[in-house]
């Protein structure tokens, strides 16, 4: 009787071990993703001057932006997208082609209504508007060639300057320090998002956690590299390469 009441103790004792120590293992291998932001309507946008399309969210703390028909957020270092601006967020693992045409100061620029020394008339866009017109007004650069982003005799940067603030940003992004830990964890767990392993989601479920990889031959760094003394690449290749974008 003795042995079956230490037998009974002993496997209570390790089930209360082993359920702490497996929920530690599962929070550790979780999928991480972006906390929510929550909206009671749909967010207006702010289209950045210097860009290609690129509209961004101005009245909440993170970075939230639009383009090429996707909502895009970097978060602890990596980058996740989604058709949607607060569910369905995917991993991204790479940094998508538009950021590094984004100013870093658009925020202080956004709030002084000016832009680099020109006052910026920007335009509150509804997200219905948005929607609607994003495909034409990206194909024909209309914020640029006939609205000039609302920024009042202002020029857009020559396809060479833009190119050296490009490679300048890439270097300022690749030396924060949750980028250096994001990508040290990638190479010490190929082929699994930051947080933990990839957990197919079952049939009918919506896959709001997936892992992407990089198509078949591309570059998966998508690392700018900076241009060569008397070389530029014209801006007829620079919009081909734009419309060709993550997609």
Not at 29 to 48: D, E, H, M, T, Y
Not at 183 to 193: D, L, V
């Amino acid at each position: 009787m003795k042995k079956v009441l230490f037998g009974i103790l002993l496997l209570v004792s390790a089930m209360v071990v082993s359920v702490p120590v497996m929920a530690g293992v599962e929070i550790s291998v979780g999928i991480s993703l972006p906390p929510p932001i929550v909206f009671g309507v749909p967010p207006a946008v702010v289209v950045l001057p210097d860009t290609n399309g690129v509209y961004v969210v101005p009245n909440v703390g993170a970075d939230l932006f639009f383009w090429n028909g996707w909502w895009w957020r970097p978060w602890q270092g990596g980058w996740y997208r989604s058709r949607y601006y607060n569910r369905g967020w995917y991993y991204y693992n790479r940094v998508p082609q538009f950021y590094y045409d984004v100013d870093p100061r658009w925020r202080e620029y956004y709030r002084d209504r000016d832009w680099r020394g020109h006052p910026w008339v920007y335009q509150n866009i509804p997200d219905r508007e948005l929607q609607r017109n994003w495909r034409g007004w990206q194909r024909n650069r209309y914020w640029e060639r006939q609205r000039t982003w609302g920024v009042r005799d202002y020029h857009p940067i020559p396809a060479r300057q833009r190119q050296e603030f490009r490679y300048q940003r890439q270097q300022q992004y690749e030396r924060r320090p949750e980028v250096v830990q994001h990508r040290q964890w990638i190479r010490e767990h190929p082929g699994q998002p930051q947080g933990g392993r990839y957990q197919r989601p079952a049939q009918g479920q919506n896959r709001g956690q997936r892992y992407e990889r990089p198509a078949q031959g591309e570059n998966r760094g998508q690392r700018y590299e900076r241009p060569q003394q008397g070389q530029g690449r014209g801006r007829g290749r620079q919009e081909r390469e734009g419309r060709q974008g993550d997609r």
